[in-house]
């Protein structure tokens, strides 16, 4: 009866709905299997994650961090897989969204990162390193690190003084390794 209730034209009962798949997706690994088993369930959930009106997706957003915080490799990458993914980028660029599920999100999204290498590409496909520049400049000091530590670890600059580590070739053909 969930993918009826996540339909329904009462955002109460979307939100609701949203809210109990939420809790279901904190719960122990083979919950989050069953529940992702649920085609019908994970296309409202998504559908509502990109386009519902806030309160219900902001519920559907918990369930999509949720179902990658308290899941393994396996529910990043199926979440993936069902286009999933592009909603929590999103929550990056969001001004004046809660803290928690800011939080919750960013180690969703790190969760995701670790599952598999292709995942970088698809969060920058979705302009999630912009968002990552700009909350450096977010007022809380957690996300600020959780930012930082995501940005280090999986987006680090080079080393600008790199380029300086090659040597000069002089005229005369021979490295000049800075002397003169």
Request: aromatic share 6%; proline share 3%; net charge negative.
């Amino acid at each position: 009866a969930l993918p009826i209730f996540l339909a329904s034209s009462s955002k109460e009962v979307r939100r609701e709905s949203c809210w109990l798949v939420s809790n279901i997706a904190s719960g122990p690994p083979c919950q989050i299997t069953e529940l992702m088993k649920r085609k019908s369930i994970m296309q409202r959930l998504i559908a509502s994650a990109k386009q519902d009106i806030w309160v219900v997706r902001k519920e559907a957003l918990w369930a999509l961090a949720s179902m990658c915080t308290s899941g393994d490799r396996t529910h990043a990458m199926s979440l993936v897989q069902a286009d999933g993914f592009e909603p929590l980028v999103m929550v990056l660029s969001l001004e004046n969204v809660e803290i928690a599920l800011l939080l919750t999100t960013l180690d969703a999204i790190r969760n995701v990162l670790e599952a598999h290498h292709q995942n970088l590409l698809l969060f920058q496909e979705h302009d999630g390193i912009d968002y990552l520049e700009e909350l450096q400049k977010h007022p809380s000091n957690n996300v600020y690190k959780k930012v930082c530590h995501l940005i280090e670890d999986y987006f680090g600059v080079e080393d600008e003084g790199a380029e300086n580590l090659v040597p000069e070739i002089k005229k005369s053909g021979v490295y000049g390794f800075g002397i003169s």
